[in-house]
């Protein structure tokens, strides 16, 4: 059975910092790109971020462009999201979502999800 | 940024009856289109990609069609576990990946 379990995430306040992390089984992430989006509560979904293998090129969105950087180790099998100077606008849950090979994003699937609160 | 405009937001239907939801793109997004399901409290879940293509495990019952900019999930007889949020993503030009606001199917 496919798993992918994020972890991390909890309350902050505004300006701090969180390390989100996912650990995926029955899957490999070696050779897929792998992607953060997130669920503002009551909202819709936003793409976060995405990280492809083998170059590991990074992608991001504009409204986290320079505080959030992605990261993956594929020895363990897990994808990181490393989130500076947090704002109320960062609280959602986010998903660790898998893509498809090299950079297609065929967001096939998704962990369950980890709850970000930014508050003071 | 490809902008992707769902609708309608709500849809009141019945057990039974058909379903069409509607997903219009700013731009053309040739055949890289996909949709999810999310029902309340987990994550969302792939239903069609490219378009048209039912991913594993999907019934039949889900379809989807369209090209370039406008496109349709179609469930053709409403079960009862499929009243819930369903949501477009197109692929073609990104980043962003970008997602539609979303359309909701109640029971009416």
């Known amino acids: 059975e496919v798993q992918l379990l994020e972890s991390g995430g909890g309350l902050v306040q505004p300006g701090g910092s969180l390390r989100l992390s996912c650990v995926a089984s029955?899957?490999?992430?070696?050779?897929?790109?792998v992607n953060w989006v997130r669920q503002a509560p009551g909202r819709g979904l936003e793409w976060v971020s995405g990280?492809?293998?083998?170059?590991?090129?990074?992608y991001y969105a504009d409204s986290v462009k320079g505080r959030f950087t992605i990261s993956r180790d594929n020895s363990k099998n897990t994808l990181y999201l490393q989130m500076n100077s947090l704002g109320p606008e960062d609280t959602a849950v986010y998903y660790c979502?898998?893509?498809?090979?090299?950079?297609?994003?065929?967001?096939?699937?998704w962990g369950q999800g980890t709850l970000v609160t930014v508050s003071s | 940024e490809v902008v992707l405009t769902q609708s309608p937001a709500t849809l009141s239907l019945s057990p039974g009856e058909r379903a069409t939801l509607s997903c219009r793109a700013s731009?053309?997004?040739?055949?890289?289109l996909a949709w999810f399901q999310q029902k309340v409290g987990q994550a969302p879940r792939l239903l069609i990609y490219?378009?048209?293509k039912r991913a594993t495990g999907i019934p039949a019952r889900f379809s989807g069609s369209g090209s370039g900019t406008d496109f349709t999930l179609t469930i053709s007889s409403l079960e009862p576990e499929d009243f819930a949020v369903y949501y477009c993503q197109q692929r073609y030009n990104w980043p962003p990946v970008t997602f539609g606001g979303g359309t909701k199917v109640e029971i009416k």
């Open positions: 731009e053309s997004v040739i055949t890289y």
């Open positions: 990280i492809s293998d083998g170059d590991g090129n990074t």
């Open positions: 029955g899957i490999t992430f070696t050779g897929y790109i």
């Open positions: 979502v898998k893509g498809g090979r090299a950079t297609n994003q065929v967001f096939d699937f």
């Open positions: 490219d378009a048209s």
